[in-house]
Each structure stands twice: as C-alpha cells, then as structure tokens.
C-alpha cells in the first residue's frame, strides 16, 4: 500500500469506479451502462480499470507522494455482475496502487435480481463494507413499468441478507412519482421500505432524462399536487422512523450518512475510473498541469468497445472549470444537503473569494427565504429546500 502525505490544503479525494454493463437497461436510466450480450468481459475490464487508475496517478500527486483516498464507490450499470473473484483482484489492484484510509467507506451497487447469498458474502470478504440495493418499488406493477429484472420478493430478500452481513452499513434506493403512482400507492411502497430497518434510504423522485426510452416514449406521471403529497407525507413517515433528511433525497439513522456521497456534495475531489466515468480534480501546487488550486474535470471513454482498445487512452477529454462557473458548481452542490455551510469553504474548496455579484446572489437568497447567513456559514431552509431550483437559478 503506497505512503500517505500531508494534503491538509487540498479537499478530501475519493474514487468512483463505473462498471458498465446491465442485464437489461430500465427505460429512465440515463447512466451510462449497456445490456449485456453474451459473457461479461470481467478479466479484459479490470485489467483495464486498473491500467487506467495507474494513468490516472499523476493527478493525485502531491510534492512526489500520492494523496489519500478516503471512500470509494463502484457504481454501474450492475457492479454485483462481476465474480467475488473479480472483485477480490480490483480492490486488491486498487489497495496496492493508491493508499486508502484505514476507515475507508467502500460501496457497491447491487440490483436485487443478482443477489445471492454466498456472493454477498464473498464481496463482503473482498473488501466491500456498504451496498446500495437498487430496490426502487415493491409493487410489481411499477417494477414491470420501471424495467426492472426483479421481483417484490427478491428485493426483500436482498435487504433481508444485507442486514445480515457484517457490513458497516448498507442503503435501499425508493423511487417515488413512478408512473400512475398515487399518494397511497407511494406510501405503501415507503411504509415497506421502512419496516425493513435499512440504516440509508435514497428516496428520490422519477424525472425523466434524455437519450432514455421514457424520453421518447413519456409515461404519465402524478401531477404537481401529488407529487408535493408524496414528498410532504413521505418526509413525515421517515422522519417519525428515526431518519434525519441530509441530503434533498437521502435519509440516515445516526452517523449512517453516505460519506462518498457526503464529499461530492461538500465539493471535495474524486477520481473517476471505468469507462465514462467523471472525475474532479483540484490541482497541487508545483503541478506542470493546471495552475495551483485550478479545478479539472475529466471524462473518461464512454462505450466499453472503444475504452477497452488498446490502440487509444482511457481519457475522453480534460477541461478546467472556469472561474465563473465555480459559484454554481459549488453551490449547486452544496445546498444539497441539509447541513449548514462554513462560508470559508467556498474559498478553501474552490481556491477564490466570493466576487461582489455572487455575494449579492446570495442576499438575494437571503431575502427570499431560501437560505440564512450569519458571519459563519449559510443554511438552507425549508422554502429552499422545496424551491432549490430557484435558489441554484441565481449562479446561472
């Protein structure tokens, strides 16, 4: 395992893996993943995801010594497609070329319809400490409508053994607003949710997205009305359960909170391997690439075909974040979450003071009670939580 360094000036990094491939793509996924057809490449990818990590390295350089990796994340597509042998040589490839931290958060992402028990248990074993189960219903008529390859019963299943693993903790994804969905149906659905005791509950409304078959085929969804009935009753459901709301769509039990995703929100760096997968990366000093404290964006090759030849680099493309856009990428993501912001991590996390038109923005929030300020921080409030498009339109 490498050598850690002192990066206090530098945000906390993170490592997000993509693993494309899917059973079958739900007709509002907008991820990039793809239906498998024929045997899963496994061998071929992860040589290539852990190829792609070593080029990757320089960019988490700092002063000679690689930076600490504090969470990481293996998302898809279906990452629990791939073999516990498979998965023992990517996290051991990953430990043995990047320094981890000792506590490191280390999720995967599961579909209920490739769960099995001595799997699980094997994944386990290899290093996986949280899974996100992609349940999204537990009606079947809305799990047909959604695409879904699983079954009411195999989702309770799933959770059912994820408790019984000896993870750190594990998360259920819900989706609410599904098509024809009524406030009781939505309900039932969260009541079910809730009676299974998952220490992280994603519950998150369908939206449809480009480039998907609901896009071009749009089902029909509840209208506004329903929609903010959900959203008021389901909050009151989990929050009488005992889950505090962190997130605009994620709820925990005490000091379950996701921390991967807790440092996206909080704009802190994360690496981005596998194919199509983004990264964000603030520059060191003494870097010959971007100057000091600048904030790249990197995409990696989208389709698994062209990632995987070797003729080509695994980078798609590279891009600086302009100084302007650094006020809404920021605040974009961290009115997020419920917490309140320290105003001194807007300078320490993007490397500039706020200028005098963002500030006023930020008043403007103020007077129209979507967030409050004192000399320490800001702090979203209910009306910003439920109009936080309006409140993000300001830094456009």
């Not at 809305?142 to 998360?171: M, W």
């Amino acid at each position: 395992m490498q050598e850690q360094t002192n990066t206090a000036s530098l945000p906390p990094l993170s490592l997000y893996v993509h693993i494309p491939w899917c059973v079958q793509k739900c007709p509002y996924c907008d991820f990039n993943s793809h239906n498998l057809k024929g045997g899963l490449p496994e061998s071929e990818y992860i040589s290539h995801v852990l190829d792609d990590l070593m080029e990757d390295l320089p960019l988490i350089t700092n002063n000679g010594q690689l930076r600490e990796v504090s969470s990481i994340f293996i998302g898809g597509g279906t990452p629990s497609l791939l073999s516990v042998a498979g998965m023992h040589r990517l996290l051991d490839g990953i430990a043995a070329r990047i320094p981890l931290a000792p506590s490191a958060e280390i999720t995967m992402e599961a579909n209920p319809g490739t769960v099995e028990a001595e799997k699980f248990i094997g994944f386990e074993k290899a290093g996986i400490n949280r899974i996100s189960i992609g349940v999204q219903s537990f009606d079947e008529q809305h799990l047909k409508a959604l695409g879904r390859i699983h079954d009411s019963v195999q989702a309770r299943a799933a959770v059912e053994l994820a408790k019984h693993l000896g993870l750190r903790s594990f998360n259920l994804d819900l989706m609410h607003g599904l098509p024809n969905q009524s406030v009781a149906d939505a309900m039932l659905d969260l009541q079910e949710a809730i009676a299974l005791a998952p220490p992280h509950l994603s519950w998150y409304q369908l939206t449809i997205e480009p480039n998907t078959a609901f896009y071009s085929k749009p089902p029909t969804l509840p209208d506004d009305d329903i929609l903010w009935e959900i959203q008021k009753r389901g909050h009151q459901l989990l929050t009488e359960a005992g889950y505090e709301q962190y997130e605009i769509s994620a709820y925990a039990k005490q000091d379950q909170q996701c921390q991967h995703n807790l440092n996206y929100w909080r704009y802190g760096d994360y690496l981005g391997i596998g194919c199509g997968a983004h990264g964000k990366i603030t520059m060191p000093p003494n870097t010959p690439v971007l100057p000091a404290h600048a904030i790249m964006r990197t995409v990696k090759v989208k389709h698994p075909k062209g990632y995987m030849d070797f003729t080509r680099a695994y980078m798609d493309k590279t891009s600086q974040v302009e100084s302007d856009d650094l006020a809404f990428e920021f605040f974009v993501n961290r009115f997020r979450i419920m917490e309140a912001c320290p105003k001194a991590q807007f300078a320490k996390n993007t490397g500039r003071e706020l200028t005098n038109t963002e500030l006023k923005h930020l008043e403007k929030a103020q007077s129209m009670k979507l967030i409050t300020s004192n000399d320490r921080e800001w702090q979203l409030t209910e009306t910003g939580k439920r109009y936080l498009n309006s409140l993000l339109d300001l830094f456009v």
